[in-house]
């Protein structure tokens, strides 16, 4: 059950970021400066607003500084 859980998890992680490599600039600073305000504790949360973070670090690295 475990395995089976950690797997879906993996999975819905890796469904959420690329999904956020189609969102626009405008929508991840958004979304970010939400997660920056808010500061989430719930599980669900917290892990959207790691995948933001990832992706605007990924950007960054790009030289797109959209958040």
């Given at each position: 059950?475990?395995?089976?859980?950690?797997?879906?998890?993996?999975?819905?992680?890796?469904?959420?970021?690329?999904?956020?490599?189609k969102m626009s600039n405008q929508e991840l600073a958004a979304k970010n400066d939400e997660c920056v305000q808010k500061n989430?504790?719930?599980?669900?949360?917290?892990?959207?607003?790691?995948?933001?973070r990832k992706e605007c670090e990924?950007?960054?690295e790009q030289g797109n500084f959209a958040c």
């Open positions: 059950m475990k395995r089976l859980s950690l797997i879906l998890s993996i999975v819905l992680v890796v469904a959420c970021e690329g999904k956020m490599q989430p504790t719930s599980p669900g949360k917290v892990t959207a607003c790691e995948n933001i990924r950007r960054r």
